[in-house]
């Protein structure tokens, strides 16, 4: 069975620091990876999503930053943090087959930026 | 305007007394639409994928179903350990790969 992992599992960080938060999955290969943002009153949004290696795409323009240096590894960057990105950060994979594919979350980092 | 309108916000059920959460979507072509339950500091549990309109899935006690502009969970004799925030999501075609979430709807369900 397919599994994925987020760490830090909590991250307190004050502002103009750099950030780095890291996925992993387990269990698949070749899988598309996503990272969302879940801001308090908001639904989530998507940040960044991959469907290979070094590949990426941004839905968003802001401060951060994602890389895919490994198959199964998705990395979540920003060079200096900001008020604004406190929130919390899900990676999410669904199966690189295209098509309607679902996709699955992991347990999340929270952020708190100071 | 938002794309996926959920309602209502919160809700507030006794144990064994079922209800309906809706989820209403304003998208040009639907590819699918998803259902997850999520927990307080956890990320989103995967539910359901409805991909047509007439289309019902189930699973223990909640039912969704999909119409052309929205789809509804139902939770029948719900018990205090459904409650969570139910999330709705859909995926559009001609678009990128990312799901358009609502707000939620929050369930709590006492005993």
């Known amino acids: 069975s397919q599994t994925i992992h987020q760490w830090p599992a909590t991250l307190v960080q004050p502002v103009g620091s750099p950030l780095s938060l890291e996925c992993t999955v387990e269990g698949t290969s070749n899988p598309n990876l996503y990272w969302y943002r879940q801001a308090a009153g908001r639904g989530l949004q998507l940040l960044f999503y991959?469907?290979?290696?070094?590949?990426i795409s941004s839905e968003v323009p802001q401060n951060l930053s994602a890389s895919r240096p490994q198959d199964r590894q998705f990395i979540l960057s920003s060079k200096k943090l900001l008020l604004s990105d406190s929130g919390f950060y899900l990676c999410?994979?669904?199966?690189?087959?295209?098509?309607?594919?679902?996709?699955?979350f992991g347990p999340g980092t929270r952020l708190l930026v100071l | 305007e938002d794309q996926v309108t959920q309602s209502p916000e919160a809700l507030r059920l006794q144990e064994g007394e079922s209800s309906s959460l809706n989820c209403s979507y304003t998208v040009s072509g639907l590819r699918g639409l998803f259902w997850y339950r999520q927990d307080p500091g956890k990320g989103p549990e995967f539910l359901f994928t409805?991909?047509?309109a007439g289309e019902e899935k189930e699973k223990e006690r909640l039912k969704a179903t999909l119409t052309k502009k929205e789809s509804f969970l139902h939770i029948t004799a719900p018990k205090p350990e459904d409650s969570a925030t139910y999330l709705c999501?859909?995926?559009?075609?001609?678009?990128?790969?990312?799901?358009?979430f609502g707000k939620g709807t929050k369930l709590t369900v006492n005993p």
């Open positions: 991959s469907v290979g290696i070094g590949q």
């Open positions: 409805l991909y047509s």
């Open positions: 999501a859909v995926k559009e075609w001609g678009g990128s790969e990312k799901l358009v």
């Open positions: 999410a994979w669904s199966p690189g087959t295209g098509g309607l594919e679902t996709q699955y």
